[in-house]
């Protein structure tokens, strides 16, 4: 079983749906991540969070939202999304910023 | 413009000979690289890394060399197994503080048994 784990699994959602991704991780790190992996591209990094505080947004649109209630738990709101934005969209957590990253399983997002 | 490039999205090799998947990387800033590996339906888990304080490091089955004049890395798996099929990235992170982890677009290995 995975340390970090993401719910939904899989989502379909029209372009006016409001819906939301979660990720709880059991492994106690301070730094919770979304990435973004589409088709034939690499893993793109959405947004980080260092102790609860966004410490990075990577130039993503703002019908993205994350939210970062706690250190064990991260959200992604999502609002009148695009088809393009279907991708498979990965949390992750790490001990610190610096330190090698653990991947939940992932949220296969579909936009219709 | 990608600054980790892994150029070669699939390789093939036969059970029990070595495995080279190969990375290269554009940005001298980069001081810390790592490997992952994805099954499908799971997310990426993390293999080996390497600082660029060194050229080499290894575990197990599993060895990463470091060729900062030529701005390459590779993973060598040796010997490969079927459970090794999977996708593989390479990552990189700039020296600085920087949380960002930039990753290549991966290379799937097959196993053939």
Not at chain 1, 41 to 66: A, I, T
Not at chain 2, 69 to 91: N, T
């Amino acid at each position: 079983e995975t340390g970090v784990t993401q719910t939904p699994r899989h989502l379909v959602m029209g372009m006016t749906n409001k819906k939301s991704l979660k990720c709880e991780q059991h492994l106690g790190h301070n730094a919770m991540y979304w990435y973004k992996q589409s088709a034939k591209k690499p893993l793109e990094l959405m947004f980080v969070y260092s102790l609860e505080e966004r410490v990075e947004n990577n130039s993503v649109p703002s019908r993205f939202s994350p939210e970062c209630p706690n250190s064990s738990h991260l959200f992604l709101h999502l609002h009148t999304l695009q088809p393009e934005d279907s991708a498979l969209y990965l949390c992750a957590s790490s001990q610190d910023a610096r330190r090698e990253l653990f991947f939940g399983e992932g949220s296969r997002l579909t936009v219709l | 413009d990608q600054q980790v490039k892994q150029n070669s999205p699939s390789l093939s090799v036969q059970e029990g000979r070595i495995s080279i998947l190969n990375c290269d990387y554009t940005n001298s800033m980069f001081d810390y690289f790592l490997w992952y590996k994805k099954y499908p339906a799971e997310g990426p888990t993390f293999l080996i890394s390497i600082s660029s304080i060194k050229d080499k490091n290894e575990d197990g089955r599993f060895t990463v060399f470091l060729n900062k004049s030529a701005k390459h890395l590779s993973l060598h798996i040796v010997p490969s197994q079927p459970g090794d099929s999977a996708v593989y990235f390479c990552a990189a992170r700039s020296k600085g503080g920087s949380e960002k982890l930039v990753f290549g677009k991966g290379t799937k290995l097959t196993v053939n048994p």
